[in-house]
């Protein structure tokens, strides 16, 4: 499938709304140890990074607020809360589940059509991956599970999940050691699991999909914890 008609089917191609883009850039931060734990966060330095005023800012930061990354000190502004190890594995935790029935349902109701438009993704994941695309992958992991919460034809469960993976950036994904392989391998055990109309398998496969990105970000945060703690020393 090429790349240009792919992204002309996909919503979300276009540019996200301007608060949740500043949402998206603050939780990246966090998420990565950029910004840590009691930080107070300057609006300015942000809305020029994400080239934004600064009400799509604050609009952003009571959205990390709803979702309990950051806190709002009266008089002092908004100041980072604690982001933990735990709390990835409880955030993957949820989207497993979700992501799970969803795949389970899908392999009931997943009609031709929709089998070859996920046959077209894990083709063009291939080429993407051979060409160490990393914005395209990142996009193209994106599809491939829109397309599955799709096929499911389960709106109100889609919405929820939808709610649970905004919590940790999607590019996230490709930077973390491992897990585009691990994608490349299991995106086409689950499309024929749902081929085959296998609903427990696809439900397994893609809970364990799921829930091996966990340990892999998770991992990756204890790791950054010990080298602060060793760096302190």
């Known amino acids: 499938m090429p790349k240009e008609s792919l992204a002309r089917s996909t919503p979300g191609a276009a540019r996200q709304q301007l608060p949740e883009e500043v949402a998206s850039y603050v939780r990246e931060m966090i998420i990565s140890g950029e910004i840590r734990p009691g930080e107070f966060l300057r609006m300015e330095p942000i809305a020029a990074a994400v080239g934004v005023s ?14 309990g990354f950051v806190k709002l000190v009266p008089r002092r502004g908004f100041m980072v809360a604690s982001f933990t190890a735990q709390d990835v594995r409880d955030i993957f935790w949820v989207q497993a589940q979700l992501a799970g029935e969803l795949a389970a349902r899908a392999a009931k109701r997943i009609t031709p059509q929709q089998i ?3 046959e077209g993704i894990v083709a063009e994941y291939d080429r993407a991956v051979a060409a160490e695309d990393e914005e395209w992958l990142t996009h193209l992991g994106h599809a491939f599970h829109r397309e599955v919460n799709l096929a499911a034809d389960s709106y109100r469960l889609a919405l929820l ?16 050691e491992g897990m585009v392989a691990n994608s490349h391998a299991v995106h086409p055990q689950i499309l024929e699991a749902l081929r085959r109309h296998q609903v427990r398998k696809a439900r397994t496969l893609m809970e364990q999909h799921i829930l091996e990105r966990a340990d892999h970000l998770a991992r990756m945060l204890d790791e950054r914890d010990f080298s602060d703690l060793a760096a302190g020393a």
């Open 116 to 118: 070859e438009s996920l």
């Open 161 to 176: 999940l939808g709610s649970v993976v905004r919590q940790l950036p999607s590019r996230f994904y490709t930077t973390i």
């Open 54 to 67: 600064n009400t799509p800012v604050r609009e952003g930061l009571l959205i990390l607020r709803s979702e």
